[in-house]
């Protein structure tokens, strides 16, 4: 079991930069491979950026290829996601969440994720 919990939302101009933090508890968080995802009302979730278990590999959608990094730290049982060059577009929820597959993507579908946070809140202005 692992509950996570993200931080580091809010408010930021076109162009901006926010980064954002996944913590997580549990003993086994090193043998999960992490994702973010992202959600607008009405639309289906997202899928951003995924890291494997060991943080060797990665993969982002083409949408924020280039401009989020995501990264691990297992020892302080962290995930976080950095994001620049920031878009109005970019404005939604983001998830982090948990898999129990190590490299969870090809494809990167929520069904693939076992554990998720409550999400925060990035809104980018124009």
């Known amino acids: 079991q692992v509950q996570l919990v993200e931080s580091g939302g809010g408010l930021v101009q076109a162009g901006g930069s926010l980064r954002l933090s996944c913590a997580a508890s549990?003993?086994?968080?090193?043998?999960?491979?992490m994702g973010w995802f992202r959600q607008v009302p009405g639309k289906e979730r997202e899928s951003v950026a995924a890291i494997s278990w060991s943080g060797s590999g990665t993969y982002y959608a083409d949408s924020v290829k280039g401009r989020f990094t995501i990264s691990r730290d297992n020892a302080k049982n962290m995930v976080y996601l950095q994001m620049n060059s920031l878009k109005p577009e970019d404005t939604a929820v983001y998830y982090c969440?948990?898999?129990?597959?190590?490299?969870?993507?090809?494809?990167?579908?929520?069904?693939?994720?076992?554990?998720w946070g409550q999400g925060t809140q990035v809104t980018v202005s124009s």
């Open positions: 549990g003993r086994t968080f090193s043998s999960y491979g």
């Open positions: 969440a948990a898999s129990v597959s190590s490299r969870p993507w090809g494809p990167m579908t929520p069904s693939r994720y076992q554990y």
